[in-house]
């Protein structure tokens, strides 16, 4: 039965049940009065299974953090305790509103004039939470409350901010649902997470400010800036791929260029390149608010030594935003290679997880429309006939997004030029001539558009640019080419290349499978180095790869692939480096790995793994790396693999079921000199002893 306490019950000897409100995954909520303040509020009720003694006293602990939360723009949080038969509660404002995500699941987007003041009071009410040691971690258009004024004019609503933290008190220990590790270590909702919490690294307050950020696309836009197929694919794309900007979405709506690059800065990878606090960007969008010009922020990192003199863009003039986003390309790619970093995902993420949303009773929504979009004056949205609002905890879905390869991730700008360009490009990209007495390469890409960026390095030096305009390079050097949305959308692009100018082929994301990709790869029969991460992959396609006849180093993360046709593919006769990533039934792979027996790096992450592929992997005698993080490895499997005697590196982070007996094990790989510890075994004490017995060795930190 959902009610646990009856109506006219009294619990804890103070709050009197008024009415159930509903039941949520995590818990209960009542409408309940305060018998001696006499003050109407609503009682959440945690369920007992989602307990345990360790939550329970970090749940006290952070509630006497968040109950002295006292601002306008947070909801506020009255009592936490238990129970007569100690259950934990916590009492708090009974809200009338709806939420964001309400607002935006009937109506789509929300003008920019409605959007600036409430995410200011969002970004106000989250500095100062900050600003007190709370960090959010979950933030997302369903908590997100909008409080209606007199008026009921959207653009003059009170926000709410709900849900501080409470989807970190869940501990069930049941690694076969959602969650990037079990909900308390790393939890939010895929959407909407940084990628600093997709990998469980450390966080601080800009990880909101990017929370923030993707919030404010999708009201802005009527969509989120990055959409996989999956809860996996979307923590990747957040780790990995650059944002699309406002305008390629909404192409019909004219942005201030100000507002473009604060949610620009605020979606950056790297902490260190977004604000260094949310009071800053409400600051900023005040400015906008106002109609001031706006600048760029002097404590964001190297703005110190940059001047923008940018002039506010006049409604209507998308030309000049464009040129200025042209000019500005290739700074904020070369930013975002920079900080790009690999993706760390754990092997539970498979299904959308339980995390804190907003319930509505009752809400009737009314809007005035004119020829079927929102007005733009203060009054043109409305929120009437509220009811009672109460927070429970709900299923995250992403059912009402549409998940998959989409087209918008490419403006209808964008695909003209690049059709254009495919259609009228005769030749080869590139021909070689002199400068300075020494053999160059200059390439001669589209001025409109970049195909990705381009590493090269030889003997004497090394260097990179963007595949845009006219370029050169010394004609002697190997070269990675990290491909962009315009070859994983026309993957044809990559036979303007000669077969021979390329060695190293990075794509990521390609899905859903484009039937020519592979085709348009083996054109370039030099490559050395082929990374197809993120994307789908026919046995067909497997059999067109197999053209590549210099294949060494094979990179599979994240790839729908077919575990039993890649076993008997002939590339593995070839390969001697393989990572996989999340990959169905690997037993039959691994075992054909080990007949050829010519590995020299094995990668295996994000996988459930049984003990004979850990005894198969033990016999690959030619390995020195071994990467198997996030696997199920234990003590005894790790015990197994000591036969490896030539492993000169270990990456075993996040692997929970090792305990400390493996430290005496890993004394045994005595040719070792790189490892990387999971985390429940890193620290001083341990990392002595392995130092003690293995006197080279470098224990490093996954970022490193």
């Not at 409400?282 to 923008?308: C, F, H, M, V, W």
């Not at 890409?445 to 030889?458: A, D, M, R, V």
Request: proline share 4%; hydrophobic share 35%.
């Amino acid at each position: 039965m959902s009610e646990k306490f009856k109506t006219g019950s009294l619990i804890a000897g103070t709050y009197r049940v008024l009415d159930f409100i509903g039941e949520g995954a995590m818990g209960y909520v009542y409408k309940v009065e305060h018998t001696l303040l006499n003050k109407t509020l609503a009682f959440k009720v945690l369920k007992t299974e989602y307990l345990s003694e360790a939550i329970w006293k970090r749940f006290r602990l952070e509630g006497q953090a968040i109950a002295r939360l006292d601002h306008v723009n947070i909801v506020k949080i009255y009592d936490m305790s238990q129970t007569e038969d100690g259950l934990p509660f916590f009492t708090m404002d009974l809200l009338v509103g709806q939420s964001l995500d309400d607002y935006l699941q009937d109506y789509g987007r929300i003008s920019v004039e409605d959007a600036l003041p409430i995410f200011r009071q969002v970004c106000a009410g989250l500095a100062y939470a900050n600003d007190h040691g709370i960090i959010h971690r979950d933030i997302k258009p369903g908590n997100i409350m909008l409080i209606a004024s007199k008026d009921g004019a959207i653009n003059k609503s009170t926000v709410k901010i709900v849900d501080f933290g409470i989807a970190k008190l869940v501990d069930d220990g049941n690694t076969s649902q959602q969650g990037l590790t079990r909900p308390g270590e790393v939890f939010g909702s895929p959407l909407y997470m940084s990628p600093e919490q997709c990998m469980g690294a450390k966080l601080d307050q800009r990880t909101d400010m990017y929370s923030v950020g993707v919030t404010m696309f999708q009201a802005l836009t009527g969509r989120p800036p990055l959409l996989g197929k999956s809860a996996v694919e979307t923590a990747a794309l957040h780790q990995s791929q650059k944002p699309p900007k406002l305008r390629d979405i909404a192409e019909d709506v004219d942005f201030p260029i100000e507002l473009e690059e604060i949610v620009a800065t605020m979606l950056a990878k790297s902490p260190n390149d977004r604000f260094s606090s949310l009071a800053e960007v409400a600051n900023l969008l005040l400015q906008i608010e106002k109609g001031e010009d706006s600048t760029r922020p002097s404590s964001r990192p190297g703005s110190e030594n940059r001047t923008d003199k940018k002039p506010q863009r006049q409604p209507g003039n998308r030309r000049d935003d464009e040129q200025d986003d042209e000019q500005d390309t290739e700074n904020d790619k070369q930013k975002q290679q920079v900080t790009k970093q690999q993706v760390w995902l754990v092997a539970s993420l498979s299904v959308i997880s339980l995390t804190t949303a907003v319930f509505l009773v009752g809400v009737n929504i009314s809007l005035s429309l004119r020829d079927g979009k929102q007005e733009k004056d203060n009054s043109a949205a409305r929120i009437v006939n509220l009811k009672t609002v109460a927070v429970v905890d709900q299923p995250d879905s992403l059912t009402k997004l549409d998940y998959g390869f989409d087209e918008t991730r490419l403006s209808r700008k964008d695909r003209k030029d690049i059709e254009a360009f495919r259609d009228t490009t005769t030749g080869t990209y590139s021909r070689i001539t002199q400068k300075n007495n020494q053999p160059i390469k200059v390439f001669k890409f589209s001025e409109k558009f970049s195909l990705g960026t381009i590493y090269w390095l030889n003997k004497k030096e090394k260097g990179q640019f963007f595949a845009r305009g006219t370029k050169e390079m010394p004609l002697y050097s190997d070269v990675k080419f990290d491909s962009d949305l315009a070859i994983q959308t026309y993957p044809e692009l990559l036979t303007k290349f000669r077969p021979d100018e390329i060695s190293w082929l990075v794509v990521d994301g390609a899905n859903p499978r484009n039937p020519i990709l592979a085709k348009s790869i083996v054109h370039l029969t030099g490559l050395k180095h082929l990374d197809i991460k993120n994307s789908e992959l026919s046995n067909a396609d497997l059999k067109t790869l197999e053209q590549l006849k210099k294949l060494a180093i094979l990179n599979l993360s994240g790839t729908v692939v077919d575990s039993s046709a890649l076993a008997k593919s002939p590339l593995l006769k070839q390969i001697f480096v393989i990572q996989i990533e999340s990959m169905n039934e690997p037993s039959v792979l691994l075992e054909s790995l080990l007949k050829h027996n010519q590995l020299d790096n094995l990668d295996v992450r994000h996988m459930i793994l049984q003990r004979k592929d850990f005894a198969t992997i033990s016999k690959m005698s030619t390995l020195r790396l071994l990467t198997i993080k996030s696997t199920n490895v234990t003590d005894e499997d790790l015990e197994a693999m000591t036969k490896l005697t030539n492993l000169r590196q270990l990456n075993i982070d996040c692997c929970s079921n090792l305990t400390v007996k493996s430290i005496a094990t890993i004394s045994k790989f005595k040719k070792l000199k790189n490892l990387i510890l999971p985390i429940e075994l890193r620290n001083q004490q341990n990392e002595s002893k392995l130092k003690e017995l293995l006197p080279n060795l470098i224990i490093k930190n996954p970022e490193d």
